[in-house]
């Protein structure tokens, strides 16, 4: 089962502009990360937000949180070639410290050179 | 910090045949989770261990697949009585047990039931 939703389900931008990615919920969550996932390649962690903030950022990426929407966004900004891959929400169901974690069902993003 | 291993990689197997999968998560994550991703599509959970008790198992599970971690090290997952849509990639992951622990992906092994 998915727990989150990302729009668009592909996204492809010229190398340079800004590459906005969304996540949709259904539950109650403790936390909200992003991952990343290269072709073939198993998912690495991008970054973390907690159900109390509404903002974060790492380098060049931008996540937000409105958990009045049950929503989230992912900014890249200045898009690379390199940053070509497969983008996921995962939430931590509930505030168990046991809490599953639930990816949704991605965003495919292509940045042309 | 080696990260985490699966093996095999890649595994063909005929419809019918039982299948084996190995993960190694990182030696201080007490936390393993299992996921199968189809082309396309998210990872799907499928159960997950701290330690070796065996927290929850999807209900999309058939009875044919199990998972162990025996002394909470390493994991299996087995699956018995392959059928083609068994095909896919398992994902191994493991973490801290911490809410706010990021998941370290190994990278997978990709099953082919012909």
């Known amino acids: 089962s998915q727990q989150g939703e990302e729009d668009p389900q592909a996204l492809s931008i010229q190398e340079g502009e800004n590459a906005t990615m969304n996540c949709s919920y259904k539950t109650s969550i403790n936390n909200l990360q992003w991952y990343r996932q290269n072709s073939g390649r198993g998912l690495v962690h991008l970054i973390l937000i907690r159900s109390n903030e509404r903002e974060k950022h790492s380098g060049r990426l931008r996540v937000t949180l409105d958990t009045s929407k049950k929503s989230s966004s992912l900014l890249i900004t200045a898009s690379r070639a390199a940053d070509t891959a497969s983008y996921f929400c995962a939430t931590a169901q509930g505030y168990s410290s046991a809490s599953k974690i639930i990816f949704g069902s991605g965003t495919r993003l292509s940045i042309r050179p | 910090d080696t990260g985490v291993s699966q093996n095999p990689r890649h595994k063909i197997t005929k419809r019918g045949q039982n299948v084996t999968f190995r993960c190694d998560p990182i030696?201080?994550?007490?936390?393993l989770y299992w996921y199968r991703q189809t082309l396309g599509q998210g990872p799907e959970f499928l159960t997950y261990f701290q330690n070796e008790a065996q927290l929850e198992k999807s209900r999309l599970l058939s009875d044919r697949f199990s998972a162990e971690r025996p002394k909470g090290s390493f994991s299996t997952l087995e699956i018995q009585r392959t059928e083609q849509g068994d095909s896919a990639m398992y994902l191994c992951?493991?973490?801290?047990?911490?809410?706010?622990?990021?998941?370290?992906f190994g990278n997978g092994t990709r099953l082919t039931v012909t």
């Open positions: 030696s201080e994550h007490n936390r």
């Open positions: 992951a493991s973490s801290l047990p911490d809410r706010g622990s990021p998941l370290h």
